[in-house]
């Protein structure tokens, strides 16, 4: 999935229209294995001056079908009526838990902007491998994201994109924003580093006595 996205993509004035200096944004990341029961997803507030403003996490069920109600949760629990889009590092997470970004606009009425970094064939003959029961729910939630379009960051670097409630040139602006170098944006980078480190000590260290003997 390469192609233009067929959600609310460019209008005339897209392009011109600003995000202010402080704006609020969500960013969401997870770290998971596939043998625990469920990922640590972490949600990070950044403003657009990249200082952090908020914390939350979430805990989808790995290869369930709870993870946009699980985001929705969280969005809920922060309170916040200051943030103006969700910035998703990935839309199918937590081993196939497919995040449904525009329900997720929809029931926050918050824009989302997904963003991935690598192309893909296609994930239908893994659904039906591993989710014989379900798989075309699966495929139904990730074809109404619709397509990724390729845009290429003001870093030089290159990544997909998809949207739900905001057009595909606002997105990248407020992207190219809150990213310093390379292709992951701020927001992404932190969340991704929190959930790794939640991950590491609240999943890893119950799975061994790592209790230090002090005597």
């Keep these: 999935m390469n192609s233009t996205h067929r959600l609310d993509t460019l209008t005339p004035t897209d392009a011109a229209i600003g995000w202010k200096k402080g704006v609020r944004v969500l960013g969401v990341a997870e770290s998971f294995k596939k043998s625990d029961s469920r990922s640590i997803v972490a949600g990070v507030v950044m403003r657009g001056d990249l200082r952090i403003d908020g914390f939350g996490v979430c805990t989808p069920i790995i290869g369930g079908c709870n993870s946009t109600e699980e985001l929705v949760s969280m969005f809920n629990r922060l309170n916040r009526k200051d943030i103006r889009a969700w910035m998703l590092g990935g839309s199918v997470i937590s081993w196939f838990n497919i995040v449904d970004i525009s329900a997720l606009h929809e029931y926050t009425d918050t824009p989302v902007i997904c963003v991935s ?11 039906k491998e591993y989710f014989p029961d379900d798989w075309k729910t699966r495929l139904d939630i990730l074809e109404r994201t619709g397509d990724r379009k390729i845009i290429a960051l003001k870093t030089g670097h290159s990544l997909h994109l998809s949207v739900a409630g905001v057009g595909i040139s606002r997105a990248k602006n407020l992207l190219d924003k809150m990213t310093i170098d390379g292709r992951v944006p701020e927001p992404v980078r932190v969340a991704r580093t929190v959930a790794a480190g939640l991950h590491r000590d609240f999943i890893e260290s119950a799975k061994v006595d790592e209790t230090p003997n002090f005597e």
């Design 117 to 127: 970094y690598h192309p893909s064939e296609g994930i239908e003959k893994y659904l």
